[in-house]
T-cell receptor, first 117, second 114 residues
Framework: GAVVSQHPSWVICKSGTSVKIECRSL??????MFWYRQFPKQSLMLMAT?????????EQGVEKDKFLINHASLTLSTLTVTSAHPEDSSFYIC?????????????FGQGTRLTVV | AQSVSQHNHHVILSEAASLELGCNYS??????LFWYVQYPGQHLQLLLK??????LVKGIKGFEAEFIKSKFSFNLRKPSVQWSDTAEYFC????????????FGPGTSLSVIP
């Protein structure tokens, strides 16, 4: 199956700093990627749709100036959490769907656990 | 807007008991349906998926699900659970094409008692 890889797997940062999370599709190209966040014991909540070469589309209630998304190539999307605060501590997960023809499911990265102290 | 609901927040079963987890979605058009499992401390794993065809889909680890279009449901079943099935289960849907965003249900926590 397809592989979506995130880096880093975990990160600890100080309050007020910015953190960048990378999401790569390793064996396919993805014009669209999705970013989710998951709080402990909760479900995955879609944050935004990352579009290659254009602006991301944010879900209602997600601050676009706080969660900057850049999809500069067909295999890489980045999520930057700016001026992070403890309430931003969460598990961030990206996904992408390969265009191999026909229906196929989305593939998810292994997630990035962000802890803001 | 699409939404997904799951009937149970937490289910507790003894080993060998049968399992059925309910899932309903709200969307009037074509949908693709999924069940994912997340074991403690691990990332998502796809259990099974439905795109079209036979509404009864079989997945990994002995799980199956039935798509009932008239009821907007996609319930997950397993005839005999094991302790190792203890995990969080998420029903998910994407509307239209498989390239569209996937919306997740709130999840059902399954605890299997040995």
């Amino acid at each position: 199956g397809a592989v979506v890889s995130q880096h880093p797997s975990w990160v600890i940062c100080k309050s007020g700093t910015s953190v960048k999370i990378e999401c790569r599709s390793l064996d396919f190209q993805a014009t669209t990627m999705f970013w989710y966040r998951q709080f402990p014991k909760q479900s995955l909540m879609l944050m935004a749709t990352s579009n290659e070469g254009s602006k991301a589309t944010y879900e209602q209630g997600v601050e676009k100036d706080k969660f900057l998304i850049n999809h500069a190539s067909l295999t890489l999307s980045t999520l930057t959490v700016t001026s992070a605060h403890p309430e931003d501590s969460s598990f961030y997960i990206c996904s992408a769907t390969p265009g191999w023809g026909g229906n196929t499911e989305a593939f998810f990265g292994q997630g990035t656990r962000l802890t803001v102290v | 807007a699409q939404s997904v609901s799951q009937h149970n927040h937490h289910v507790i079963l003894s080993e060998a008991a049968s399992l059925e987890l309910g899932c309903n979605y709200s969307y009037g058009g074509t949908v693709n349906l999924f069940w994912y499992v997340q074991y403690p401390g691990q990332h998502l794993q796809l259990l099974l998926k439905y795109f079209s065809g036979d509404p009864l889909v079989k997945g990994i680890k002995g799980f199956e699900a039935e798509f009932i279009k008239s009821k907007f449901s996609f319930n997950l079943r397993k005839p005999s659970v094991q302790w190792s099935d203890t995990a969080e289960y998420f029903c998910a849907v994407n509307a239209g094409t498989s390239y569209d965003k996937v919306i997740f249900g709130p999840g059902t926590s399954l605890s299997v008692i040995p």
